[in-house]
């Protein structure tokens, strides 16, 4: 039987300790003929981060023993991880377990230096903070999970159940998978990534220097703005809008406006029951197609998926 153990650490979230538990920690009775031997692995008088003290019938030692070891969200991103958890789930890998985190997992696997030069992911408000404390890290903020193999990320707090049911479609075929996911009331694989649940960051310039132009271009994203209208706005050649625009944003003219323009659709597509066209034409990106395209390439989903999602017009909201 696969051995599978989770890490209890002390003030570990609840949701994503609960996830592991959830699928691998009951008995499948008519899924599947052997499920896992599953553990839950904690130091004495460990408490999760709502004061529960689980009842844990093993140490961390005993990740070393283990096929698969999951990893739930670490209690913070900003203090070092535990280094006897750190330490043991180097043990754990270098034994050749499988390693799986979820949410902010990635942390202790990145403190381990088992991410070291492979693609990760976490949840999107911590991504920068991974990238930037252990640059060998391949941070992909915009997926729901990673599998390189034999170390699997998730990216936050509801994706771990997305990895965990990847864990059993590996482990016991898609049709397993499938009828867990029904059980658990949730679909077996969700469409898109992250993207769809981040807010838009879109650079905000210094108000002095282009302001007054960027929020005369926003009441007028239906009208075919160019670098050619908006530096006659301001007064300026179409070459130094560009180079004052770099300096003050980051990006081009062009690039901003058409984030601006999706963020706009993402709010019609949310607020109201405009037709597709009509949310096409009012951002300013033409035709539904282009719409299509531009959402789908920044958002992760298509437009009218996206609204099935996050609408607020949809039954059961209000």
Not at 35 to 55: E, I, K, M, N, V
Not at 175 to 180: F, H, I, S
Not at 196 to 204: G, S
Request: hydrophobic share 45%; charged share 20%; glycine share 10%.
């Amino acid at each position: 039987m696969h051995t599978l153990a989770v890490a209890v650490t002390e003030g570990v979230p609840i949701f994503e300790l609960a996830i592991p538990c959830e699928v691998f920690g009951y008995e499948r009775e008519g899924l599947a003929g052997s499920w896992y031997d599953f553990r839950l692995c904690a130091a004495p008088g460990t408490r999760t981060a709502a004061g529960f003290a689980p009842h844990a019938g093993h140490g961390l030692d005993a990740l070393a023993e283990a096929d698969t070891v999951v990893i739930p969200a670490c209690a913070s991103v900003l203090d070092d991880q535990p280094s006897d958890l750190v330490e043991a789930v180097r043990a754990a890998h270098g034994n050749g377990a499988r390693v799986v985190s979820l949410c902010t997992g990635a942390f202790v696997l990145a403190a381990a230096g088992i991410l070291d030069g492979r693609p990760a992911t976490t949840h999107w408000m911590h991504a920068a903070q991974l990238a930037a404390r252990y640059p060998k890290v391949l941070v992909d903020a915009s997926v729901l999970y990673i599998d390189d193999g034999d170390v699997l990320t998730s990216a936050g707090t509801a994706a771990g159940l997305d990895l965990c049911l990847h864990v059993v479609r590996n482990d016991h075929g898609a049709a397993v998978a499938g009828a867990l996911a029904k059980r658990l009331v949730m679909p077996a694989h969700r469409p898109g990534g992250q993207a769809q649940y981040i807010d838009a960051a879109i650079p905000v310039p210094d108000a002095d220097e282009l302001g007054p132009l960027l929020d005369w271009a926003r009441h007028r994203l239906h009208e075919p703005l160019t670098v050619t209208a908006l530096a006659r706005r301001a007064n300026v050649t179409p070459r130094t809008l560009i180079r004052r625009f770099h300096a003050a944003t980051g990006t081009t003219p062009m690039a901003w406006l058409r984030g601006i323009r999706i963020d706009h659709a993402r709010g019609l597509l949310e607020t109201t029951d405009l037709p597709v066209d009509q949310i096409a034409e009012r951002s300013g990106l033409g035709t539904p197609a282009n719409l299509r395209h531009h959402f789908t390439r920044a958002v992760g989903v298509p437009p009218t998926t996206y609204r099935r999602t996050f609408s607020e017009l949809r039954p059961g909201c209000g």
